[in-house]
C-alpha cells in the first residue's frame, strides 16, 4: 500500500515568502506528526494531530509556524514570512493512533525547503 | 522524556556484528525503548521496541539490563546497507508523550567490505 506522501518534494523561496508544506498520511492512521531536521541531526518534533485535534505544539519554534488538518487526514504546515533559519528537511509521519499502544511512526520522504 | 546518549559513530566490516549502546540514566518507569534507522535521502524507520530483557526480531536484538539504564542494540551479521544513523528514543505509553519522538544525532554505522 502507499505510504506517507509529501509535497513538494523540494521547495526554493525567497525571504519573506510564506510556503504550505503538504503532508498525506497512510490511510486509515489517526496520528499525523511534523518534524524538521537539520543536516547531520535526527528529527526535531513540531506537532502532531490526532484526527483534526492539534494535540501538542509545543515544538513550533514560533508563531511563524502553524499547521492544521481540517478534516483528519491530510496536513499542511505553513511557514510565514519564510527566513533562512528555516532552511530545512521537514518531515512528516503517521501512525495508527490509540491510546496505550505503541503506535509506530512511518516517515514520509520530507520536503527539503531552502529559503534563499 | 528522558535523554539518551549514544556514540556518534562506529565503524564495522560486512559479516560483523554491530553493537550500540544506549545510555538513559533518568529513564522513566513507564518509560519504553525504542530504536529506529534513518538511510540517507530517507526518513527514520522503525526498527525494534523493549521495555526490558531481550527482544528479538527479524532484523536486530535489543539487551536492556536489569536497571534499565542503558539498553544495547545488536545487528548480527552487518552488511554494506546496514550503512545508516541509528536513533535511540526513550519514551513512555502515555497519550501525551507518544507523539513527541525525541531524537537525539544518534549513532552513524558505517559498514565496509
Known sequence: GAGVSQSPRYKVTKRGQDVALRCDPISGHVSLYWYRQALG???EFLTYFNYEAQQDKSGLPNDRFSAERPEGSISTLTIQRTEQRDSAMYRCASSLG???V???QFFGPGTRLTVL | LAKTTQPISMDSYEGQEVNITCSHNNIATNDYITWYQQFPSQGP???IQGYKTKV???V??????ADRKSSTLSLPRVSLSDTAVYYCLVGGHATDSWGKL???AGTQVVVTP
Not at chain 2, 536486530?60 to 539490563?65: D, E, H, K, T
Open chain 1, 98 to 100: 490509540g491510546t496505550g
Open chain 2, 60 to 65: 536486530a536484538s535489543l539487551f536492556i539490563p
Open chain 1, 102 to 104: 505503541f503506535n509506530e
Open chain 1, 41 to 43: 541531526q535526527g528529527p
Open chain 2, 56 to 58: 528479538t526480531n527479524e
Open chain 2, 102 to 104: 525525541q531524537f537525539g
Open chain 2, 45 to 47: 524507520r522503525f526498527i
